[in-house]
């Protein structure tokens, strides 16, 4: 026994030395004394790591990384730093935050007054006929909590033609000078899954326009130039990056903002990772399914394999799918914004295709058809005449589940990607809308978890802030800025501070294929850290709005740092 525990030690201390023995490559960059949450269940803290070229080459004590030291090697004192594998937002609109950044942004405004008066303010410093555009109003704080009128915009702006998004993109308020232009009047019906809102009592459009509707007055705006186009992006990647988001993964968009990634990943000018997914179904999801994914490029930082649809609305305006009709507003249930039949062979095309597929459903009955839609493509196409065995397809938001449904996520693999801050928004107005019953289903992140489900997390910014601490707190506390829950916020789906670490971290890694790459501080991973000014696995849920991001970490490169800390 004992000759056996003396040649033990031999074994353990020659193993132990040997890294040193065999003269391990220096690493390019070491990070000591820092307080590391790895996300990887052999081993969940540390305090260094060592990272060569894009890759983490040694996660453990400050000792052990010692040995990575080289002549040329950079070591970065943390001086116990919160570390945590470099964080993802699962939904985001990358342009629409650019664009926020560069056109009228109406985020945070409290008042009709205030609204009228930041744009009016826009509206003089404009030429004559010249488009007003802007995004992120919200009413529902507002007194009393109404949509804005065209009634309201003609007194500020007679001579412009005005269309200013509500922040869920799902609505928007359009001038006089604008229906003129789309042609819209009290006798101009619907569109297929849109509604023109019109006053009760005079049957005049009131300026309102709900989803597939504002397009009518969408398409006659010029388009960005190129040049604007690439300057929104360089602000929402650098925002990002600032924010300590490491990949985005973008729902929509086109072939002409890929071609802008890659010519400025090429030109060295941004370094975020984007997972892409294009709008469908049309002409980009058909070039895809032609093409064929785009998978890495860049050193794993651009990705093109899935494509996003839509199935229904907002519950802000009142536009998602309910199985019963709102609670606010009895004559509606909101509406699907696709066919059936349309939806059946996109579907199965995509699954033979080994097309990742995000469908974008709020309601109920959203989420209820999307989960049957995919039932049936899973068994009308075998595995064998599927490119990608596992396919696994996303539901965005995920928002209103009827309870019989949670289930079935996990059951047939399909991921809620869900976005927390949507809660402590939406809580405030959806008992009106849904009435406190049906609450049981909204947001339910611990159900959704208990039953097998994953959950990436992500902001949808510019619907949202698009702040990781902000969707950290929400996921976590399931209250709002101000530490305010009402009733019917359903505490209990709140998640614990591991779940939201997941989140944002190895869940969204899975959901875009990337588990083995990225997500969590192992070795041979990619070397992604988002390094933060509190411990936000310990301290009071508050403090989580407090604390910041201090340096950003992407592929071995510090891409973001704040110099004094
Ligand atoms: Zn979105």
């Not at 989803?211 to 690439?230: K, N, R, W, Y």
């Not at 597929?357 to 989960?371: K, S």
């Not at 996520?409 to 809620?416: H, N, S, Y």
Request: aromatic content about 8%; charged content about 25%; proline content about 6%.
């Amino acid at each position: 026994m004992k000759v056996f525990a003396s040649l033990l030690v031999v074994i353990f201390s020659a193993f132990c030395i040997s890294p040193a023995a065999a003269k391990v490559p220096p690493a390019d960059l070491v990070f000591k004394n820092g307080n590391i949450y790895t996300v990887n269940g052999a081993r969940p803290k540390a305090k260094a790591v060592a990272i060569k070229g894009d890759r983490i080459i040694f996660v453990g004590s400050n000792r052990g990384a010692q040995q990575y030291v080289g002549r040329n090697t950079r070591v970065v004192d943390l001086s116990g730093k919160t570390v945590v594998p470099g964080m993802t937002d699962a939904h985001h609109h990358l342009f629409g935050v650019g664009f926020r950044e560069i056109t009228l942004n109406l985020e945070g405004i409290t008042s009709l007054d205030d609204f009228l008066a930041k744009v009016k303010a826009r509206v003089d410093q404009a030429r004559p006929g010249e488009w007003i555009t802007g995004r992120g109003w919200i009413e529902t704080f507002w007194k009393p909590p109404v949509f804005p009128t065209r009634a309201d915009l003609d007194k500020i702006a007679p001579n412009n033609p005005v269309l200013l998004d509500r922040a869920d993109g799902h609505g928007a308020v359009a001038n006089s000078a604008a229906l003129k232009i789309a042609g819209i009047d009290r006798n101009t019906p619907n569109p297929f899954g849109g509604e023109i809102s019109k006053d009760k009592q005079s049957g005049e459009p009131n300026g309102m326009l709900l989803d597939a509707a504002q397009d009518l007055v969408q398409l006659h705006i010029p388009g960005p130039t190129a040049e604007d186009a690439e300057r929104a992006l360089l602000l929402g990647v650098k925002r990002n990056v600032e924010l300590g988001w490491t990949q985005v993964q973008d729902a929509g968009g086109n072939y002409a903002e890929v071609a802008l990634f890659r010519k400025l990943y090429g030109e060295g000018k941004i370094k975020l990772r984007i997972y892409k997914a294009l709008s469908a179904p049309g002409k980009e999801a058909q070039q895809l399914f032609r093409e064929g994914p785009i998978i890495g490029e860049h050193g794993h930082r651009l990705t093109v394999r899935a494509v996003k649809l839509y199935v229904d609305g907002s519950l802000g305006s009142r536009s998602a799918a309910l199985l019963e009709p709102y609670s606010d507003k009895p004559d509606t249930s909101g509406f699907l914004t696709i066919k059936e039949e349309e939806l059946r062979p996109f579907l199965e095309e995509a699954l033979r295709k080994g097309v990742q597929i995000e469908t974008h459903a709020i309601g109920d009955r959203g989420n209820r058809f999307v989960l049957d839609a995919y039932e049936k493509a899973f068994t009308s196409v075998a595995h064998r005449d599927r490119k990608k065995r596992d396919p696994r397809w996303r539901v965005e938001h995920s928002q209103i589940i009827n309870p019989a449904d949670i289930p079935r996520f996990a059951k047939l693999g399909v991921i809620p990607s869900m976005q927390p801050s949507h809660a402590i928004g939406d809580l405030h107005f959806a008992p009106s809308r849904l009435g406190i019953k049906r609450l049981a289903g909204a947001y339910a992140w611990a159900s959704l978890i208990k039953s097998g489900s994953i959950i990436p997390g992500g902001s949808d910014a510019p619907v949202e802030r698009g702040e990781p601490m902000i969707e950290f707190y929400a996921a976590v506390a399931r209250k709002d800025m101000k530490g305010f829950s009402g009733e019917g916020w359903h505490p209990e789906e709140a998640v614990t501070r591991e779940q939201a670490l997941k989140m944002f971290t190895i869940w969204p890694a899975f959901a875009a294929f990337e588990e083995k790459l990225r997500g969590s501080i192992a070795v041979g991973k990619l070397a992604d850290f988002t390094i933060l000014s509190a411990d936000v696995m310990k301290i009071p849920e508050i403090e989580i709005l407090q604390t910041r991001c201090v340096m950003t970490v992407i592929g071995g490169e510090i891409v973001f740092e704040v110099k004094q800390y």
